[in-house]
């Protein structure tokens, strides 16, 4: 299954909605699940395929209860305390990073490196879990060996 996940922390609600409203219709053509980051009253309003969640956005809980159960809900977390916790929420999956440093997103968090993402692979079994963070093809396969089930990658897919 292919996810997009849309992804805009500089438009308003409106130029948002927009964005994503027409970014539904790119992707139902294609047969792409779009899942929108951050807003859950956007993904509610255009039937999005689901909601990816960070550690200060509405909590698990409340998404869950206003998108229903057929709607896919991630979570970001940066740690394995914060692993350990999103593996007791109602999710469809998590998301760990930065496993690397990137460039392409500026991150307080450090780097939770490949033993770092096999701990929350050991904590979190059975929830689908998306590497993110500085993952290229150089070391993605590294990656999937210490136990993500998916990457996210921005600079290879933009590069190319």
Same mark, same amino acid.
């Given at each position: 299954?292919?996810?997009?996940? /849309?992804?805009? @922390?500089? /438009?308003?609600?409106?130029?948002?909605?927009?964005?994503?409203?027409?970014?539904?219709?790119?992707?139902?053509?294609?047969?792409? @699940?779009?899942?929108? %980051?951050?807003?859950?009253?956007?993904?509610?309003?255009?039937?999005?395929?689901?909601?990816h969640?960070?550690?200060?956005?509405?909590?698990?809980?409340?998404? *869950?209860?206003?998108?229903?159960?057929?709607?896919?809900?991630?979570?970001?977390?940066? %740690?394995?305390?914060?692993?350990?916790?999103?593996?007791?929420? $109602?999710?469809?999956?998590? =998301?760990?990073? $930065?496993?690397?440093?990137?460039?392409? @997103?500026?991150?307080?968090?450090? $780097?939770?490196?490949l033993?770092?993402? =096999?701990?929350?692979? *050991?904590?979190?079994?059975?929830? $689908?879990?998306v590497?993110?963070?500085?993952?290229? =093809?150089?070391?993605?396969?590294?990656?999937?060996?210490?136990g993500?089930?998916?990457l996210?990658?921005?600079?290879?897919?933009?590069?190319?």
């Amino acid at each position: 299954m292919t996810i997009v996940q /849309l992804r805009e @922390k500089n /438009l308003s609600p409106v130029e948002f909605y927009r964005e994503a409203e027409q970014a539904i219709i790119v992707a139902r053509r294609h047969g792409v @699940k779009l899942i929108i %980051n951050d807003r859950v009253d956007i993904a509610l309003a255009l039937k999005a395929d689901g909601v990816h969640l960070g550690q200060d956005d509405l909590p698990v809980e409340a998404a *869950r209860r206003i998108l229903g159960n057929a709607v896919i809900i991630g979570l970001s977390t940066h %740690n394995l305390e914060q692993a350990k916790q999103a593996a007791r929420l $109602p999710i469809d999956y998590l =998301a760990i990073g $930065p496993i690397f440093p990137t460039g392409t @997103k500026e991150s307080a968090n450090p $780097p939770v490196g490949l033993a770092g993402l =096999a701990e929350v692979r *050991r904590t979190a079994a059975g929830i $689908p879990l998306v590497a993110i963070g500085g993952i290229d =093809a150089s070391n993605r396969n590294q990656v999937l060996a210490a136990g993500a089930d998916a990457l996210a990658m921005i600079r290879d897919i933009w590069a190319s």
